[in-house]
C-alpha cells in the first residue's frame, strides 16, 4: 500500500476522527426516511432503506403497482444505437421519482403512478455513433446545496449537463448553457476519443463535481485513451482538477509505468460507481485494469494506480492514499463496484471504514481516512509469466481477513465430484488447463499442450457490477458473487492486424456432461460482520444444476445460479427485515421463460422468506422508497428489444393516504 506523508487534510480532522463511536452510523448525504437520492441510496454507497412496511409476512403479496415505459422508445429508429439492459437506478427525491433512459435521457415521475412530470433529452445520439454497442446509461446523480437543486448526467455522447430538478431544464449558468464538452481537459489528445464515452453517473461532492470514464478496450490498436477522473464547479461547471491514473512526469508512482508506458498506455479508468465522505470531503475511485487487460509487454511495471481504490480530497483532486489490489493486471480484476463506507468497532476501537469487493473475491478493508488496512494484507509471492515480453508482478496482496466470499483459484480438489465417474471426467479434462493460483498468468495457447490458464472466479466473476450493500445499523456487508471460470490464453493476430504482439482467445471451461468442471456454489450471498470480519453465513443463491439427469436422484439442494446462465446483475437491496435480489426465470423454472423472479431472505440468517415471478426480466439495481404511507420496490429492466420498462412494486389495499 501507498501513501503520502502525513499531512492536514483539513481542519478539525483529528475532532471529526475522535467523534467516531459505535453509535455513528451516519451516512453522507443519506436519505430522510423513503427517500433514495444516490445510486446506492447515498454517497456510503449503502443499498440500505430504513423501511419495513413490505416484510416477511407479506414480501410474496408484492405486485406491480405501476410501470413507465422507456422514452427512448419515442426517439425516432433512425437515430437509435442498439441498447443493452436496461440498469438505472431511479431516484426519489422530496416526493418526486427521477432516472434515465438507455440512451440518456432524463425523466422526473409521479413515483406513486409513473405519471411523467417532465422529460429532458441530450440529445447524444446525434453527436455520432459511439464505439460501444450496445448502448446503456447506468444513472443520474443528485445535489443540492440547500437552496439548488440540479441532477447530473454524464451521456454517451461525452456531455456532462446540469440539469434544473424542479423545471427540467439545463442550467443556463452551468457550462455552456447546460453542457460540459468531456472531449476536453483529459490531458493527453493522441487517443482515439470515439473509444471514451460514459455510462455511470458523477459524483457531486460539496462544490466539487466528478466524472470517470468508459473506455472501449477490446481493440487491436494502443489508442485507448487514459482514464484520468476530471472535477468541475458543481454551479459554474468550471473545470477544477484532473487526477492522472497513468501518473505523469513530475508525479509519484510514473515509474511505476516502465519505458515511458505512460504516454501511450489507456484505460485505467473508473468506469463504474463512486462513494463518498461528504463530511470528511474525500472521494473513494474504484479502478480498472489498464490496456491490454492480458499482456502487458508494453507497459511493465507495477502500474499505479490501475484496479486501485484511491481516496482523493474532493476539494483538490490530491490524493491522500490509494491501495493496488492487482499488480501489473492480467486477468481483467478491475474493481468493478463503488465501495462500502462504513462505521465499525473492531476489538473496541471505532474506526470509520470503507470496505471494497472485488473481482477477487477478496474484501479489502481500509481505515477510510488514513487508508491504514483495518486487517492484515500481505504480499504473497505468484507464479510468474511464461508469455515473451511479459514480466508478472512476483507477488500480490492477499487480504488475511475477511476470509474470500469466493473461490479463488483451482486445484484439482476443487473439481466437481458429484459421482466418481463425473469426478474422473473431469480430471481428464482439466489436463487441457493450467490451474493454480488466482495469480496464474495466462499462457500462450498450445504451451505445454495446455489450452489455458484456468481462471477463478473469472473476469466476470467475483463480486463484480453492482457490488456489495450494507446494514448501517449491524455493520454488516453482503455480497452477491459468483464463480464463473474463463479459460484465457493468448494468441499472436494475423500480421499488421494489431499494435500487440498478443491478443486474448478464451476458451470454453465446460465440464463433464454439461455440468461446471469445479465444485458448487456457483452463485453465492454472502453476510461479513465488518466489525470481527467473521462471515455470519453464506448461502446458494439459485438452484443451479441440481435438476441435471446425471444428479437429480442426489437430492443436493440448491448449487447456485449457473455460472455460464448468468451476468452481474442488480445485486441486494437491504431493509429492514429482508434482503431483496433477483434470479432470471430461465434459470429457475425453465430455459423458455423470460421473466425473473424477486426473492426475500431473512438478512440476519439467510433463510428465504418469499419469491414473486415477474413477467420481464429484470436488470437493474433494486431500490426502495416511501411515500406518506406506502412502500415501494422499483427496479429497471429489458432494453435489449425495445422493451425498456421501470417497473414499481407495492402491497395491495395500502392508499398510501
Known sequence: ????????????????????????????????????????????????????QINPENFEQLEVAWHWESADNRIPETMLYPTGDYRATPLVVNGIMYTNTNHGQVVALNPTTGEELWLFDPESYKLGPPNFSPVQTRGIEYWTDGEVERIFLATLGKQLVSIDIHTGQPDPDFGNNGFIDLTQNLGRLEFEMRNITHGAPPIAVGNTLIVGSKIFDYIMSNRSPPGHVRAYDTRTGEFKWR????????????????????????????????????????????????????????????????????????????????????????????????PNLIDIV?????????????????????????????????????PPSTVPGERAHPTQ???????????????????????????????????????????????????????????????????????????????????????????????????????????????????????????????RITAIDLNSGEHVWQIPFGKGPTDHPDIADLNLGPLGSRFNDVVAEGGILITKTLLISYLAAKDEISPEETGSILVAHDKATGDLIGEVNVALRLHGPIMSYQIEDKQYIAIAGGGRNNDAQLLAFALPGITGD
Not at 446506492?40 to 432503506?49: I, L, P, R, V
Not at 468506469?271 to 470531503?281: I, K, R, T
Not at 511495471?301 to 490501475?306: H, K, L
Not at 476458451?507 to 469445479?518: D, E, F, I, Q, S
Open 346 to 382: 473492531v476489538d473496541g476501537r471505532p474506526i470509520k471504514a470503507v470496505a471494497q469487493v472485488s473481482k477477487t473475491g477478496f474484501t479489502y478493508v481500509f481505515d477510510r481516512v488514513t487508508g491504514e488496512p483495518v486487517w492484515p494484507i500481505e504480499e504473497h509471492p505468484v
Open 1 to 52: 500500500m501507498h501513501k503520502l506523508k502525513p499531512m492536514l487534510l483539513f481542519s478539525g480532522l483529528l475532532l471529526v476522527l475522535s467523534c467516531c463511536t459505535e453509535e455513528t452510523n451516519d451516512l453522507s448525504q443519506s436519505n430522510t426516511p423513503g427517500e433514495w437520492l444516490h445510486h446506492g441510496a447515498d454517497h456510503f454507497s449503502s443499498k440500505y432503506a430504513a423501511l419495513d
Open 243 to 338: 487526477f492522472n491514473t497513468i501518473p505523469q512526469p513530475g508525479e509519484d508512482f510514473n515509474e511505476t509505468w516502465e519505458e515511458d508506458s505512460w504516454q501511450t498506455a489507456g484505460n485505467t479508468n473508473v468506469w463504474s460507481f463512486m462513494a463518498a465522505d461528504d463530511e470528511l470531503g474525500l472521494v473513494y475511485l474504484p479502478t480498472s485494469t489498464p490496456t491490454n487487460d492480458y499482456w502487458g509487454g508494453k507497459r511493465l511495471g507495477e502500474n499505479v494506480y490501475a484496479e486501485s481504490i484511491v481516496c482523493l480530497d474532493a476539494e483538490t483532486g490530491e490524493r491522500v492514499w490509494h491501495f493496488q489490489t492487482v499488480h501489473h493486471g492480467l486477468w481483467d480484476y478491475d474493481i468493478a463496484s463503488a
Open 397 to 523: 496482496p492477499i487480504p488475511t481477513w475477511p476470509l474470500p466470499f469466493e473461490q479463488v483459484g483451482a486445484t484439482e480438489e476443487d473439481l466437481v465430484d458429484f459421482t466418481p465417474e463425473i469426478r474422473e471426467e473431469a480430471l481428464e479434462i482439466a489436463k487441457n488447463f493450467v490451474l493454480g493460483d488466482i495469480f496464474t498468468p495466462p499462457i500462450v495457447r498450445g504451451h505445454n499442450g495446455k489450452t489455458s490458464t484456468f481462471v477463478v472466479p473469472g473476469a466476470g466473476g467475483g463480486a463484480n457490477f453492482p457490488g456489495a450493500s450494507m446494514d448501517p445499523e449491524t455493520q454488516t456487508l453482503y455480497i452477491q458473487s459468483v464463480t464463473r471460470p474463463v479459460g484465457m490464453a493468448l494468441v499472436e493476430p494475423p500480421d499488421g492486424t494489431s499494435d500487440w504482439p498478443y491478443v486474448i482467445q478464451y476458451t470454453r471451461t465446460a465440464g463433464p456432461r454439461g455440468l461446471p468442471l469445479v465444485k458448487p456454489p456457483y452463485r
